[in-house]
Every structure is written in C-alpha cells, then in structure tokens.
C-alpha cells in the first residue's frame, strides 16, 4: 500500500511517501480503507520525539491517528462492523508504528464508531481527536451541567470550538478566551468571547462576577496560574496541556479511544450541535505540506489528507 512514513524523528522534512506492507488484521481489528486522515499537533510532536518519555517508536513509524474511511475486512473476533460500513477512529495505540496517513490501516473496534451519516470523509477524519478530548474534559473531568458558566481557552482552535459547542449543548454559559482575531468565530458558536491581554481576568470577572464554574485550559504555564484565581469557590479545573494542574487541584487529561464517546459524537454531529470545518486539505503525498501548515498554525479549522480511491 502508498503510505508517508519517517525512519528517524524529526520535522517535516523526514517523512517519506512510498510502499508499506499491508496491515494484518488481528483478531479485534477491522481493515479500514482510509478516505481522510486529519493532521493534529500530537503528530508532529510525536514525530520530533516529544512523546518518547511514554511511546516507543517502532520504525518506520506510519504517523497519523484521526480517520475515516471503509471497512473493507473484520478480524474474527468482531461483531461491531461489517463489510461496507462506514467509520471514524481515533487510532492511537500503545506505540508508534501503525497510524492513519496510509491507504489502510487496521483499526482495533475499541477505537471506532461509525461515520455521522451528514458528514462527509473529510470532515469526519476530523472530528474523533478534537471531539474526544472535548467530550472527554466537559463530561468527566468538569462535569458540567446545565447553569454553569464555563470558561474555555483557545476557544477558536479546534478543540476550544468542539469545547464550546459541547458545552452549550449541555446548557453552560460559555466564555470563550481567544485572540483579538478569534472573537467572532467563538460567537458564532453561542459563547461571549474575552481577548488575551492584561485586562483578561478584568474580562471574565465582568462576565462572571461570583467566578466561573469550570476551566477548561488548553494553553498552561501562566494562562493556566491565572485561571485559579478566575474560579468560584467549588470551581473545577481541568487542563490537556500542562500537568502543573494536578497541584492546583485540578484534572490533567490526556484523550482515550472510546468507541462509546466516538458514538456520542456521532449522534451530536448527527443532531447538528457539533460541527467540523476543514480548513485546508491535501492529497496523502502532500503529507508534509498539510504538516507545515498545521504548525504554523493560524488556521481556522482542521487540515486534513485524503487518499484518492478513484481509479
């Protein structure tokens, strides 16, 4: 199969399109026929060797873990997807080797759900990662609940806009912390918006004048700091992006496969309380390309690549 791989950690410059060997479909696995893979920073973070403190890297690493695509063959143990059925995954496993830039990859059902029936390919590639880590900090690490006033930062990147809408849906007053060019991406999706400067806690206290309910930090270091002071007296705080918040007494959380919370999803793109917009998309062997543009970052909304199964 044509896949982009990387031998060596590095920037884009090291992954390489090319024949891989086919994935064998182990026994709680499906073959999926990939149609979209979407580009997060966890991917190139992994690649430089951010991530080796925690997983081995077995080279050539395949990187990549948002996808949809076809299942075209089921392991034998599986009973959740069939021949035809349409998917979205979130593909991390417990090392680097096996990822989603590629023609096929052999998804564990642990990781999948099926396609929301009104999205297409592309957009659906992007919503497991972003979408997860959302649901993921809003349901379990803040319990949020209908009245609380929740404040979100990053809220015009792509987990902070999963973050808002999520959040309105489960009936939050949302602030949204953005730069001066987020502000009316953020209230297109229903939240008051506050720009990053020296006034923002002045911001959020006029907003929130007894505190907020929920942080949600996606930022850390002094953003995070600041935040303690911004929570009511019984607030919750949770980060995806600096683990100094456990002292603070509050939740670091890393996003999980979840076939239920992929389903959750679904259902929630289904209804129309969460949408994805891609921004940029790029054939598979544009790979390092959609890559750059994912990190000089700036984009208002999800870079994707697509394998082109029109022959």
């Known amino acids: 199969m044509k896949a982009i791989s990387y031998s060596r950690y590095g920037g ?7 024949e891989r060997p086919d994935p064998k479909v182990g026994p709680d696995k499906v073959l999926v026929k990939v149609r979209a893979a979407a580009v997060n920073p966890v991917d190139w973070k992994c ?13 050539p690493v395949i990187p990549g873990w948002d996808v949809s695509g076809v299942v075209v063959q089921p392991g034998v ?40 029936r009104n999205l297409g390919f592309e957009e659906s590639a992007g919503l497991p990662l972003v979408g ?38 489960l009936g939050a007053h949302v602030i949204g912390a953005v730069r001066e060019s ?16 020296d006034g923002l806690a002045d911001q959020v206290r006029a907003l929130a004048p007894d505190g907020v309910d929920a942080v949600f930090d996606i930022i850390g270091g ?7 002071g911004l929570l009511a007296p019984e607030g919750r705080l949770a980060s995806i992006a600096d683990g100094e918040v456990i002292g603070l007494g509050g939740h670091y959380l890393f996003v999980r496969p979840d076939a ?24 598979l062997e544009q790979a390092a390309e959609a890559q750059r543009v994912n990190m000089a970052g700036g984009v208002h909304g999800k870079v994707v690549v697509t394998v082109d199964w029109t022959e």
């Open 12 to 18: 884009p410059e090291v992954l390489e399109f090319g």
């Open 47 to 59: 690649q430089a060797g951010y991530l080796d403190p925690a997983l081995d890297a077995v080279f």
């Open 77 to 116: 143990s599986v009973t959740e997807f069939g021949v035809g059925d349409e998917v979205m995954g979130y593909v991390r496993e417990d090392v680097l080797c096996h990822g989603t830039f590629a023609e096929y990859v052999a998804a564990p059902v642990r990781t999948l759900a099926r396609k929301p």
């Open 132 to 169: 997860l880590t959302a649901y993921q900090t809003l349901i379990r690490a803040l319990q949020v609940r209908p009245g609380d006033t929740v404040l979100v930062h990053a809220a015009a990147g792509a987990v902070g806009v999963m973050a808002v809408q999520i959040a309105r849906h």
């Open 182 to 197: 987020g502000r009316e991406r953020v209230r297109e999706f229903g939240a008051e918006a506050v720009v990053y400067g």
């Open 222 to 228: 002094d953003v995070l700091r600041e935040t303690v």
């Open 260 to 283: 239920a919370d992929l389903a959750a999803l679904a259902r929630l793109a289904e209804q129309g309380v969460v949408s994805v917009r891609v921004a940029r998309s790029f054939p």
